[in-house]
């Protein structure tokens, strides 16, 4: 029986999915011996990528085809704007870095990338397209978040990393935003490939701009 059309996107961005679901990076966190400079860069980095995630979330919102999966990322927006930006807030206090530092930081090429990654899916108006990328950024958290061994290490800046990937709301998410890809993906498939492929080699990117020398 042919695999789902989600499995076989994510089969098919093989071996980059793998590679970023065991990355140094995600080793290092799980088992809470990254360095703080490390988790630092890697969370200002991030805190510019949740910016253009929101925007791309209101592009589903927008370009969904039922009311039940408006109310359902909606809901899920509303998660992302509150709870997991209030996570930003207190890591960044925790590292000690302030405003300025994050502000005099240059976007990584992988976060410049995604950005325009996420605005060129957001303006297809393409609910398959914008799925595409949903898919990556939610389905391939959730794949690393899941594996992490328990116990989780005791620093909040690295288990709540952890838990706010893993957790039974994210998993229903991500469950929602497969089957919606299997419902509406097959009939845009080159659309849709195309930007799950672009997404998980930037996922990949942006873990390895952590520990790239001479990049912020
Ligand atoms: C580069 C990058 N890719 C994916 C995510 C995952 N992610 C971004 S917003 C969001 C919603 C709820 O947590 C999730 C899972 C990330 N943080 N950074």
Not at 151 to 168: G, Q, Y
């Amino acid at each position: 029986m042919d695999p789902r059309f989600s499995e076989r996107l994510r089969a098919g961005s093989e071996p980059a999915w793998s590679r970023a679901v065991r990355h140094r990076f995600v080793q290092e966190l799980c088992s809470g011996r990254i360095a703080d400079a490390d988790m630092a860069r890697y969370l200002v980095q991030d805190h510019r990528f949740i910016d253009a995630f929101v925007t791309l979330v209101g592009a589903a919102v927008a370009s969904a085809d039922s009311f039940a999966a408006r109310l359902r990322l909606g809901r899920f927006l509303g998660m992302v704007c509150s709870e997991e930006n209030d996570y930003f807030l207190r890591a960044f206090a925790a590292l000690g870095i302030d405003e300025a530092t994050q502000a005099a930081a240059p976007d990584a090429a992988p976060t410049a990338g995604f950005k325009a990654l996420m605005r060129e899916a957001a303006a297809t108006r393409s609910y398959a397209a914008v799925l595409a990328v949903l898919n990556v950024a939610e389905g391939l958290y959730l794949d690393w978040a899941g594996r992490a061994p328990r116990p989780l290490p005791d620093n909040f800046v690295h288990a709540e990393w952890i838990t706010l990937h893993d957790n039974p709301f994210f998993r229903e998410f991500v469950a929602f935003l497969r089957e919606e890809l299997d419902r509406v993906g097959p009939s845009e498939e080159v659309l849709a490939r195309g930007f799950f492929e672009r997404a998980v080699a930037l996922e990949l990117a942006f873990f390895d701009a952590v520990y790239a020398e001479g990049d912020s």
